[in-house]
T-cell receptor
Framework: GQQVMQIPQYQHVQEGEDFTTYCNSS?????IQWYKQRPGGHPVFLIQ?????EVKKQKRLTFQFGEAKKNSSLHITATQTTDVGTYFC??????????FGAGTTVTVRA | GAVVSQHPSRVICKSGTSVKIECRSL??????MFWYRQFPKQSLMLMAT?????????EQGVEKDKFLINHASLTLSTLTVTSAHPEDSSFYIC???????????FGPGTRLTVT
């Protein structure tokens, strides 16, 4: 199956700054999904990207799917304390199973 | 999205005993549910896909006789950890597959500690 790699593993951000987390797959994906897990919580679905080169925005979050459908990124602008948590990308290749990246754990300095 | 519950939220058991974890889809008929385990500060590892009315499909390296999965109805799947050992201690999370984007809705998880 596909392997999904995600970097960085940890991101320490000053409140108000921007950051990006990146995902790469060893194989072409049919879609990629992003989830957020708050400390002590469970993953919550954020968004799905399907089309090559697709870009979607949710307020301060911008999600991109690469042209080759093998990589994706999540960019957060003006980081707030509510952004704390672990962000996972999860890729799928022609079936409904998801392969999760290692996650990027975000902490925010006020 | 779907609302998913898990029971129990935490369980401590002795080595050699069996533990059953329930996953319920409260507002959605789920033909497919997934079981994951997550070690501290690590990612989610898919253990098996639970299909209503049929046998579960296990991922490579997951022992089907140790992790028994039963998906007897469209709203309930159970995971039984048989003859548990300390190395089975982990966070077990189930999910339900949605139909809009085939996204997954996760339960709150079950923290299993085997002593």
């Amino acid at each position: 199956g596909q392997q999904v790699m995600q970097i960085p593993q940890y991101q320490h951000v000053q409140e108000g700054e921007d950051f990006t987390t990146y995902c790469n797959s060893s194989t072409t994906l049919s879609n990629i999904q992003w989830y957020k897990q708050r400390p002590g919580g469970h993953p919550v679905f954020l968004i799905q990207l399907v089309k090559s080169g697709e870009v979607k925005k949710q307020k301060r979050l911008t999600f991109q799917f690469g042209e080759a459908k093998k990589n994706s990124s999540l960019h957060i602008t003006a980081t707030q304390t509510t952004d704390v948590g672990t962000y996972f990308c999860a890729g799928s290749s022609n079936d409904y199973k998801l392969s999760f990246g290692a996650g990027t754990t975000v902490t925010v300095r006020a | 999205g779907a609302v998913v519950s898990q029971h129990p939220s935490r369980v401590i058991c002795k080595s050699g005993t069996s533990v059953k974890i329930e996953c319920r889809s409260l507002d959605f008929q789920a033909t497919t549910m997934f079981w994951y385990r997550q070690f501290p500060k690590q990612s989610l590892m898919l253990m098996a896909t639970s299909n209503e009315g049929s046998k579960a499909t296990y991922e490579q390296g997951v022992e089907k006789d140790k992790f028994l999965i039963n998906h007897a109805s469209l709203t309930l799947s159970t995971l039984t950890v048989t003859s548990a050992h300390p190395e089975d201690s982990s966070f077990y999370i189930c999910s339900v597959r949605g139909t809009t984007f085939y996204e997954q809705y996760f339960g709150p998880g079950t923290r299993l500690t085997v002593t």
